[in-house]
């Protein structure tokens, strides 16, 4: 009779795989693919090792302070997106592990730093700018002409957050924020003086988006 995984194993697969960012339902898929269970105990000895040496590595890298950092060619843009879709009350959770999971159910691959083909890319960073689509009615298509400030995803995340914002102020007994005529005077007014779409380094426009979202997720929690 093959030898069940000991105590030591399991414990060390349930650490690891959480470290890796695998949440329970996604174990549990895990296992019934490769090997036709669904519970840790039920892997063999030799099988539990395998595991172990298949999430050696997965585990993301930690920032100072808990925070996960993420490594690789597309790591950068899907983050980015991500964010932005979290900004936008699209996304429940910020952190890098439920994307490092969005990623693994876009593409089958179990962490952002192994993406590295295009093409495997590309599933995953469409899906997301899909979902953003419907649910924040982001249009992606570039516009031929427009200033390059205009056509980056940055500057549409942005429109889109403005759009959900002023809804949901107007909805209040005292609007506040849907007073202001764009979101580049509003901006300037609640955020930067010097705030312009077509010079606003890459800093700012993070700064704008997150001042964003922190009001948009006010009003839905108000």
Not at 20 to 25: K, Q, R
Not at 112 to 131: P, S, Y
Not at 176 to 184: A, G, I, L, T
Request: proline share 5%.
């Amino acid at each position: 009779m093959t030898a069940l995984a000991t105590t030591a194993q399991i414990r060390a697969l349930q650490a690891t795989r959480r470290n890796a960012g695998l949440s329970d339902d996604d174990w549990h898929d895990r296992l019934a693919t490769r090997y036709g269970v669904t519970s840790t105990k039920a892997l063999t000895v030799i099988q539990a090792n395998a595991e172990l040496d298949s999430l050696k590595g997965s585990a993301p890298e930690r920032r100072p302070g808990g925070r996960v950092k993420l490594s690789g060619p597309y790591a950068g843009k899907l983050q980015a997106l991500w964010i932005g879709a979290w900004n936008l009350g699209i996304v429940r959770e910020r952190d890098d592990a439920a994307l490092i999971a969005f990623v693994r159910r876009q593409t089958g691959i179990d962490h952002v730093r192994w993406v590295r083909d295009a093409e495997d890319a590309a599933k995953a960073i469409e899906a997301l700018k899909g979902w953003m689509a419907r649910e924040a009615d982001i249009d992606w298509s570039p516009v031929k002409g427009a200033p390059a400030w205009y056509n980056a995803p940055q500057y549409r995340i942005a429109s889109a957050q403005w759009r959900i914002l002023c809804a949901l102020d107007r909805q209040r007994p005292e609007p506040r924020w849907s007073r202001f005529p764009n979101v580049e005077t509003f901006l300037a007014t609640t955020l930067d003086e010097d705030f312009r779409l077509g010079d606003a380094p890459a800093a700012l426009w993070r700064q704008a988006m997150n001042h964003l979202g922190g009001l948009i997720r006010d009003l839905k929690g108000a």
